[in-house]
């Protein structure tokens, strides 16, 4: 509506074939509705009355923006009056593009392996994941409610000249952006040459006046610093710099899964080792039973359910360790922010059929997630195929069909019994907790701790190497240290 009221016309997205979303008059709608179809013949639509016209920009894969322009019935008499309402069309067809790119930049997720499903769907938290590693860009998805996205690649920041100091943090590559939070790889030094590693996620200055934004990162980094495991990329830092709210989590040198597993099919043709795939599995659900198990000062249980199990969230080290991260959406007692009933958070690509629907989920939601990124690691592919986001929604609200199940069937031994037992519909089917799942996992986990750390540093072994060049590049500096960062970041961030 608002876009409407500035455009001074109406505004309808289109998925190409019927209306999504309008506003404005309902008379200037109801003409756009005739438009709709007509989106790839576009950016300018004039029918043959030629008493109005339309621009259509394209937001993202199936979704397009109509804006209603409209030319008065003089246009059919006078050149100049169609030529100055064509110019009002251009101008908003401009503001959609604007859009467009806005859209695109802040909904970039990692790659998938070449001819793979694309899992780029994503409903979730406004909440860059704080990656402690850069990953490559996947196509964008249209979010029905919150949006959540891997880390896209880094956005390089020369060490030597164009790092900035934002408290006594000198950070150097964005990592993303989101609704929420900017993430950054950061160093920060101490006496006689100390330096530390980091990843700082930095709340976006804009929403730094909203209460329930700052509760809800508040939540983040309180309820990351009290997970303390092998497993899992823990916080250390959380305050302000000015007005400005930051968190900052060990920075661990490794890829994600899905970009390891995009990797392994680019260079080796095939899928990720099934050792390897089940000692990555067993070692998140070590974090995972860490996590579900936590209990409070009290004793009592906190009930965490982390709610974005995913292969973007999986970190596989250098050394071959397996860390799990980004707690920002988890379900945990004693939260600040709620989730209200029916709304869903996480990644629909990876999602129980309990979550997509929106209703209660507790432990056993995380390791139905896990089954699919067992799947995907074993196929290069999501379980769940469709053009949009509804459709993969109301796929994974219903949980595996006949399609699926025929999928699962013809994995390679054990892991299509083990997919299979993760992925039951009824929650009272599934595994009951990590440590029942994992005892499943670990015999055939044989040799995967050594062939995991071979494949990382055959993969990656030169990616991963510039990385550390890069951090032992950077210097201490003061230089343009203000409130809020240094000016050099405030001139590049206006």
Known sequence: QMLADRAHGAVL????????IEAGAEAERTLLRRAVGQERSGPLFEPADATWAAAVSQLAPNLWMWTYAGAGAEVE???????????VVWGIAGLGSLLALFFAFRRSTPTVAPGAADP????????????????VPVPFGAAAT????STPAPVAVPAAADSVMFGRYRLLDRLGEGGMAEVYTAVTFGAEGFRRTFVVKRLRAELARDPNVVAQFIDEANLGSTLVHSNIVPVFDFGKVGDEFFLAQEYILGRDLSRLTARVIEREGRAVPVPVLMYIVHETLKALEYAH????????????????????NVLVSARGEVKLFDFGIVKAEGRVTK?????VKGNVSFMAPEQARGTDTDARADLFSLGLVMF????GEILYRGDTTYELLVKAATGPGPEELARIAALPAPCAEIVLKALQVDPAQRYQGAAEF???????ATGGAGATLQMMRALFAVDLQQEEIRFAMAVPTNKGMGVTGTAELARRRS
């Open 13 to 20: 997205l289109s998925d190409g074939k019927s209306s999504v």
């Open 77 to 87: 008499d006078s050149a100049a009056s169609a030529t100055t309402n064509k110019g």
């Open 376 to 379: 995907y690691c074993l196929t």
């Open 120 to 135: 780029r769907q994503s409903l979730a938290t406004p909440v860059v994941p704080p990656a402690a590693h850069p990953t």
């Open 339 to 343: 989730t209200q009933h029916g709304v």
């Open 146 to 149: 919150e949006l959540h996205q």
């Open 293 to 312: 198990g936590k209990t409070g000062d009290s004793g009592k249980p906190l009930g965490i359910v982390h709610r974005d199990v995913s292969p973007s």
């Open 438 to 444: 994992g005892a499943a996992v670990h015999p055939h």
